[in-house]
């Protein structure tokens, strides 16, 4: 399965809302259990993706709740409701509904 | 807390061989399939292999099928990547993760560990 982000960078005022985009190739529904297995992670430089949002919608530990994911059939946001300066980094999508798990391009985002 | 612990990695010339570890913690280690995942330098991530949690089957990626393999010691709780007749763009930085989908009926949040540095150069 494809996984195609977008935009593949952003620019945002601190404060201002971001969002990202990602559009995979196929459903990633999980036919036995209705889960849409689909993450999204930030990666500063230099360190591991950082998980931010399981399963769709589910905000990982520490994670605060400006982040959020959401989306449906093979379309899915995620959204940062106030960007600060600590958000800076790479955002990737990921699926693990279909094997093998496969990545997003990524998406940077800077702050203006 | 789970915990995925890496080890390994390292310089080796093209055709050399290395070993990956990842030593897991926090959670019941035999019960759940474990993957490697890798990031060239300013490229994205890339599946590279699994193992399911016996052991018994194993999937690897086409890029590096016959070259790398994985396994894993449940006594151990850790589970390796071994590679051989490494090429250049075989440099990256693995990840060791469990990326299960359920357990035991409950969603399973996805673990990484903090990754290993492969460089293959002459």
């Known amino acids: 399965i494809v996984m195609t982000q977008s935009p593949l960078s952003l620019s945002v005022t601190p404060g201002e809302p971001a969002s990202i985009s990602c559009r995979s190739s196929q459903s990633i529904l999980d036919s036995d259990d209705g889960n849409i297995y689909l993450d999204w992670y930030l990666q500063r430089p230099g360190q591991p993706p950082q998980l931010l949002i399981y399963t769709l919608s589910h905000r990982a530990s520490g994670v605060p709740d400006r982040f959020s994911g959401s989306g449906s059939g093979t379309e899915f946001i995620l959204k940062i409701s106030r960007v600060g300066a600590e958000d800076v980094g790479v955002y990737y999508c990921?699926?693990?509904?279909?094997?093998?798990?496969?990545f997003g391009q990524g998406t940077k985002l800077e702050i203006k | 807390q789970v915990e995925l612990v890496q080890s390994g990695g390292g310089v080796v010339q093209p055709g050399g061989s290395l070993r990956l570890s990842c030593a897991a913690s926090?959670?019941?280690?035999?019960?759940?399939?474990m993957h490697w995942v890798r990031q060239a330098p300013g490229k994205g991530l890339e599946w590279v292999s699994f193992?399911?949690?016996?052991?018994?089957?194993?999937y690897s990626a086409d890029s590096v099928r016959g070259r790398f393999s994985i396994s894993r010691d449940n006594s151990k709780n850790t589970v390796f990547l071994h590679m051989h007749n490494l090429k250049v763009e075989d440099t990256a930085v693995y990840y060791c993760?469990?990326?299960?989908?359920?357990?035991?009926?409950?969603?399973?949040?996805?673990?990484w560990g903090q990754g290993a540095q492969v460089s293959v150069s002459s």
């Open positions: 193992i399911v949690h016996n052991g018994n089957t194993t």
């Open positions: 993760a469990r990326l299960a989908l359920t357990f035991g009926g409950q969603v399973v949040v996805p673990s």
């Open positions: 990921m699926q693990r509904t279909e094997f093998p798990t496969t």
């Open positions: 926090g959670f019941n280690f035999k019960s759940f399939g």
